[in-house]
């Protein structure tokens, strides 16, 4: 689950949706809530109907910026997201005594699954964005052939009728090579948010607002998640993007100079007193 307070704000979310999801301990989010003291008591409830916009600024999280040399990225819309645990089983053997041609090795159609995904999605249209970024391998030993692995898949692309046809594929492609190498395939598609647009009037307004600060601008499309994502589907939502070097987010090396911050806050506030005024 994500996006869990803006979620709560447009209605999308409320306190009972936190029960099922849990971390790799068993402990639910509304557990986790408790344990801290929140979620209990009086509290003035989110959900909210008087919003007129929201207007969300943040690091790229890209190199787009950083390459283009421009000051401010003026979000179009934010990409949509499907996320996977793909398991496959295979046939737990001795790697020296098990012939090549008798052996059922998930590790071995894995390895070829995520190598064909990743060519497929580089021939969509617009680059969509293909991850494999977690496996785990049992019983991993080195001279022991794999009897099961699980690997993630994370798709993104700011277009659903391309992350569904891309969808379909994935599916045959993991059961076609499964079948060809005598493993089976369990597909888990956990995650499934829609990409959504941001409002073309603030958007407007955020570029006009750059260029009257003396801003270089560009329109981008964000390929990582933001609130503006959740509230976008119920209220008028913009987004502003300044520079991060390298891309690097989430991270101590994360890095956004002061003058570049400085750029975005004040064509944040421009856009702010063009709203107002």
Known sequence: MTYWGSGNITGAFSLSDAEKPSDGSG???????????????????????????????????????ERSGKDIGVVTGIAGQRRYNITLFG???????????????????????????????EKQ?????????KMTVEPNVPNVIPGRIQFSIDIRHQEETVLSAFH????????????????????????????VPMDQTLTRAAVEAAVEQGASCEEIVSGAGHDAQMMGRTFPACMLFVPSRGGVSHSPLEFTSAHQLDIGVRTLANVLYKLAY
């Open 125 to 133: 249209p617009e680059e969509l964005r293909l991850t494999c970024g």
């Open 168 to 195: 379909q594929k994935l599916v045959s492609l993991i059961e076609r090579i499964s079948h060809e190498k005598g493993v089976r395939p369990v597909i888990d598609e956990y995650m499934r948010i829609e990409p």
């Open 27 to 65: 402990v639910s989010l509304k557990e986790a809530m408790l344990q801290k003291s929140f979620g209990s008591g009086r509290y003035t409830p989110p959900f909210r109907t008087d919003i007129k916009a929201f207007l969300e600024i943040h690091i790229e999280q890209g190199q787009t910026l």
């Open 91 to 121: 046939e737990c053997n001795h790697a020296g005594t098990t012939s090549m041609k008798w052996r059922k090795d998930p590790l071995a159609a894995g390895s070829r699954i995520i190598h064909e995904l990743v060519l497929l999605a």
